[in-house]
């Protein structure tokens, strides 16, 4: 397939084991995406989110998919991620329509883009986030535009809270094993950054990035785990994500969605 060219919802670890390749060949003009994410964040004794949904055009795209998710590590180099999405490499924004709706649960909220901004995606005006429970079922309609992306009414379920059990630190040349509140299916993922400050450093600037079959449980191989055990700066970042992916067929367009739930669990403005 052609390299990817689309933007992706970032996500606070490495994706592994989660994409879906599709070669997209109906012109060279490309064909439209929508691609977007929807975190979780704590408000008082609730939740909010604060969903936000670009359209472009693009001739080739990875999407983020947890079909087939298994259970891999990898050591990589270690750098804050805001999580906010990250423009597309020489792809045009489009237009979805005048607004997007999104459905959590049983509230309604509208998503519009910013009057005047150069930002193209859709959010929502409310300051604080639209309240929502973790596990909610979603609904996203898109209005449409006919030079755009087109028509479209996509569902899916936002990814459920969870709590992440403290990991204890095991002795050099052996694995490190985390548990965690288990799914309730397996349409879901489980993503743990192991992070941890090299040599004699204090800042975090590697870390050991896992998927894993969102069952509860998972292990870092011993092989792998030495590096984090041994450093004097070292802690477990979580999170669950579920998605939606879908195709329109006329004119041939892709929606790509990540639902997330972080632990630790950012607040809401």
């Known amino acids: 397939m052609p390299s990817p060219r689309v933007l992706l919802p970032a996500l606070a670890i490495a994706v592994i084991s ?45 999407f983020v998919t947890t079909s087939g998710i298994r259970d891999t590590c990898v050591v990589a180099a270690y750098s804050d991620t805001t999580g906010t999405p990250q423009a597309p490499v020489n792809a045009p924004g489009v237009s979805a329509g005048p ?7 049983g509230r309604k909220d509208t998503l519009r883009q910013a009057a005047g901004s150069t930002d193209i995606s859709y959010r929502s005006a409310l300051s604080s986030g639209i309240p929502f429970t973790p596990g909610d079922s979603m609904i996203v309609t898109v209005a449409g535009n006919q030079d755009g992306f087109p028509v ?15 990991v204890v630190v095991p002795p050099l040349g052996t694995p490190v094993s985390a548990t965690w509140t288990a799914a309730s299916d397996d349409q879901s993922g489980m993503f743990l950054t192991f992070r941890f400050a090299s040599g004699t450093g204090t800042t975090f600037n590697r870390q050991i ?53 972080h632990w630790p669990t950012p607040t809401s403005p």
């Open 99 to 105: 607004f997007l709706t999104i459905a959590l649960g």
């Open 209 to 261: 990035s896992c998927s894993f079959v969102d069952d509860g449980t998972g292990s870092v191989p011993s092989v792998l785990a030495n590096d984090w055990i041994s450093s004097s700066k070292r802690d477990v970042i979580g999170q669950r994500i579920r998605t939606i992916y879908a195709q329109v067929p006329v004119p041939l367009s892709y929606f790509n969605l990540v639902s997330s739930y």
């Open 18 to 62: 989660i994409t879906a390749c599709d070669t997209i060949t109906s012109g060279v003009q490309g064909n439209p995406v929508g691609v977007g994410n929807l975190s979780a964040r704590t408000k008082g004794t609730g939740f909010t989110t604060a969903p936000q949904i670009a359209f472009y055009r693009v001739t080739g795209a990875t």
């Open 152 to 166: 479209g009414v996509f569902r899916g379920k936002t990814a459920e809270a969870f709590v992440l059990n403290p």
